[in-house]
């Protein structure tokens, strides 16, 4: 029995010539094999060639996710540095406040929220970038109008506690007895029923006299003359409206246009003037308008 052959036949279409080759069974594996043995070894560089091309383009990618992600650090760094210094500087401005507002256990805790520290990712996720960037924004957003609020804050405190200190609120001695009230009085030296637009402070003669608030001294006098008007006095200007006057003293003690806090002696108690007795005179003014003393007088 005759082996079983196999033929191949390549036909040239231009010339119509053909050509014949006759091989086994066994030739033909061989053939199979060698044909595909050849198509490894022309493909295995090309496959290298394209894992290394395809190696370089994931690290080309890591490295400028890496970039990115080192950027993104270090403007979350300087950020956080920014709104830890707003912080520093809150927590300064509110012991300020507190001191201000005579309030020593005022601790206020400013609330804020922000992105930890972010971890190290094989793919990073632009969306929580983002997301930590528009917290980052928020965060000082608010701090920045917590900032504002707490300026016009302690401009407000600051403008009443320069008022308080200003207003007239407590006696000008501090002994003697109130001997005639604001209001109608009967006049000593005439009898006359007359206003009497301040009080009178009986008092030992050289009795330091203070001021009532802080101010300026916008007026005095050293001369006189015995049983007219107010003899030796002071006025003091407090701003807001408010004067005051300290009469019938024996001595002065400030200068005009010298400024003056509360508490400050300005003079010492007298009889100068139209009195009868040792005493002061304690008169408060409100826009050129006498005003009873004891509505002011807070002590």
């Not at 109608?184 to 009898?191: E, G, L, V, Y």
């Not at 006095?233 to 002065?252: E, N, P, Q, R, T």
Request: hydrophobic residues 35%.
């Amino acid at each position: 029995m005759s082996k079983k052959q196999y033929l191949i036949n390549i036909i040239e279409t231009n010339t119509e010539k053909s050509y014949c080759t006759y091989f086994s069974k066994l030739k033909g594996i061989l053939l199979f094999l060698f044909l595909f043995v050849l198509s490894l070894l022309m493909t295995l560089p090309l496959s290298q060639l394209f894992f290394k091309a395809t190696k370089e383009l994931n690290i080309n990618h890591l490295k400028n996710e890496n970039k990115l992600l080192q950027e993104k650090c270090i403007s979350w760094q300087t950020r956080t540095d920014s709104i830890l210094l707003c912080l520093n500087k809150l927590k300064k401005e509110n012991k300020k406040i507190s001191i201000l507002s005579s309030n020593s256990t005022s601790n206020v805790q400013y609330g804020v929220g922000g992105p930890e520290t972010p971890p190290i990712l094989k793919n990073i996720n632009y969306s929580t970038i983002t997301k930590t960037d528009l917290e980052l924004t928020k965060i000082e957003n608010e701090i920045n109008s917590l900032s504002e609020s707490m300026l016009d804050l302690k401009s407000n405190i600051s403008s009443r506690l320069h008022k308080i200190a200003h207003y007239p609120s407590i006696k000008p001695v501090r002994k003697g007895w109130i001997s005639s009230t604001f209001g109608k009085r009967k006049d000593p030296f005439t009898n006359k029923i007359v206003d009497h637009p301040g009080l009178d402070i009986c008092t030992e003669i050289g009795t330091k006299v203070i001021a009532t608030g802080a101010g300026k001294v916008i007026a005095i006098r050293k001369e006189y003359i015995q049983y007219k008007g107010y003899g030796k006095y002071v006025i003091i200007d407090h701003d807001f409206g408010y004067k005051s006057l300290y009469a019938h003293l024996s001595k002065v003690m400030v200068k005009k246009g010298q400024k003056v806090n509360r508490w400050d002696v300005i003079g010492l108690s007298g009889n100068t003037g139209k009195s009868t007795s040792p005493h002061i005179h304690y008169g408060v003014y409100y826009n050129g308008k006498p005003q009873d003393p004891l509505n002011f007088i807070l002590e």
